[in-house]
């Protein structure tokens, strides 16, 4: 199981640059982290433990902070790694704009921090930051997309 570690001052830096808050937030703090995402928090992940397991249900959105993150996919004995992601990488984007079914498998390749946003939190960003909302929508279609061709 991951562990909850505290938010510092860079956790706020990323989710400003990587959630494209600045419209909202002149300077976005540790304090706003708090506020925002109540029901949110960064986790540590040692070296090999999973994240999200393909198949399983869930919509909360994952940034990486520290380390790095496999995504492999399967189809049917076969397994592909569709992408490794480092700090400021996104992930769960698809579950959470479509059915809530994950479509890939997430590990950490090596002891890492990850935001995990949850569903919940995250719903009023999208219902009023647009650019955020078209940011992840077209991030799910090109990994949906160059899903399909890896298989």
């Known amino acids: 199981m991951a562990v909850r570690l505290d938010v510092d001052a860079g956790v706020a ?10 419209g909202f937030f002149p300077e976005f703090t540790i ?7 109540s029901r949110s928090g960064l986790f540590a992940y ?4 999973l994240v999200v397991l393909q198949g399983e249900t869930g919509r909360d959105l994952y940034i990486v902070y520290t380390g790095r ?8 004995s076969i397994t592909t790694t569709v992408k490794t992601l ?26 890492s921090k990850i935001f995990r946003i949850s569903a ?32």
């Open 13 to 22: 830096d990323l989710l400003n640059r990587v959630l494209r808050l600045e």
């Open 31 to 37: 304090e706003h982290v708090v506020k925002f995402f």
């Open 46 to 49: 040692t070296r090999d433990q």
């Open 69 to 76: 993150v496999s995504i492999r996919k399967m189809s049917g």
């Open 86 to 111: 480092g700090p400021g990488g996104i992930f769960g984007e698809i579950a959470l704009l479509g059915d809530g079914l994950r479509t890939a498998t997430v590990t950490a390749l090596e002891d």
């Open 120 to 151: 919940a939190d995250l719903q009023y960003l999208l219902a009023y930051n647009k650019e955020l909302s078209a940011h992840l929508k077209t991030l799910a279609i090109e990994r949906l997309d160059s899903g399909a061709r890896a298989s």
